[in-house]
């Protein structure tokens, strides 16, 4: 008796076979991470839309009452059921326009230093520790405020910039134990110097070494070099980086509602104490005592969503110019 054996395939039908199995999985991989994909996507813009929802119906009652006139109305005296949002707006740009000119300054000075002056190995250490700056809760850094930075300011910075600069009116008398829209600028400077810096100091290294050397072998010096090509060339990306700093520093709340004094009014002084929309709401909103005032709070908190969003576009935009000048 015979048996007779299946026939064994060749190794070219094995490979075939081999190859048809990885692209059927590669095809349901592809369609799975497609899928995924599609739906974070979709989960974010939900999201989105629903904060706007909320925000815009909690902020009705006021915008029935007031219209567009609660931006330009200073008064808020909630026994008197007068609300208005121009004090607080004026305190979130005050403090997010100086922490925006310090924490510019500064990081671009840290991401020049650490891309194109410093040893390797102090940018190897001193980088992740910048970074991680950003990483402190913002609730620490109002700590930090309140019993380190807040008694060094009443007694020595204040009245030195007075003495100096109180002509101005900007820098007037010393208030009170130091709780000032200054000592958010300085909190809001540290919590976005570690953004500026670090997406300064990638740009940076983004501009070819053979322009940086063409420029020294010119004979520029090394400033001469970074005004004049590093500068230049990454100039649309620091403005971006800048501008998402400015997002980040304006929709602050516990930091600053901490170290700010906590006064709904207007003052050329920035040592006078003052409010921004994010710490009236966190001061605020537990405390609320009618639903006008409630309502009131949900229309600053449209005003700085409508900031926050504006200021993330047009950094998006900008980088995205930057990209196709390149």
């Known amino acids: 008796m015979s048996t007779l054996a299946p026939p064994q395939p060749s190794p070219a039908q094995n490979k075939r076979a081999v190859l048809t199995r990885l692209n059927n999985t590669d095809r349901r991989a592809n369609r799975a991470l497609k899928l995924l994909a599609l739906a974070g996507g979709a989960l974010v813009f939900l999201v989105l839309i629903a904060v706007v929802y909320q925000v815009i119906s909690g902020a009705s009652l006021a915008f029935d009452k007031y219209g567009f006139g609660f931006i330009v109305h200073k008064t808020w005296i909630a026994p008197a059921n007068e609300y208005g949002g121009l004090t607080f707006i004026y305190g979130t740009l ?13 990081g671009v000075s840290i991401g020049l230093f650490l891309s194109l002056m410093a040893p390797r190995r102090v940018a190897i250490v001193i980088g992740p520790l910048v970074e991680m700056l950003a990483a402190i809760p913002s609730v620490v850094l ?8 807040l008694p060094f300011i009443h007694s020595d910075i204040e009245p030195a910039l007075h003495s100096v600069l109180g002509f101005t009116q900007i820098f007037g008398p010393a208030q009170g134990a130091g709780n000032s829209p200054f000592a958010a600028i300085l909190v809001l400077t540290i919590m976005v110097v570690p953004i500026i810096a670090a997406l300064t100091r990638d740009l940076f290294l983004t501009v070819p070494r053979e322009l940086r050397d063409g420029a020294e072998a010119l004979g520029c010096t090394r400033w001469e070099m970074i005004r004049g090509v590093v500068i230049p060339t990454t100039q649309s990306g620091i403005t971006a980086a800048c501008v998402l700093g400015f997002g980040r520093a304006i929709g602050e709340a516990i930091a600053v509602a901490l170290v700010i004094g906590g006064v709904p009014a207007m003052h050329l002084s920035v040592f006078m104490s003052s409010y921004t929309i994010g710490s009236v709401m966190a001061n605020v909103a537990p405390s609320a005592i009618s639903s006008l005032e409630t309502s009131s709070l949900f229309y600053l908190g449209a005003i700085l969503l409508v900031m926050g969003i504006t200021t993330n576009l047009a950094a998006q935009r900008i980088s995205s110019r930057a990209g196709r000048i390149r």
């Open 94 to 106: 005050v403090t997010g326009v100086g922490s925006l000119i310090l924490s510019t300054i500064l």
């Open 142 to 149: 109002g700590l930090i405020g309140i019993y380190l930075l």
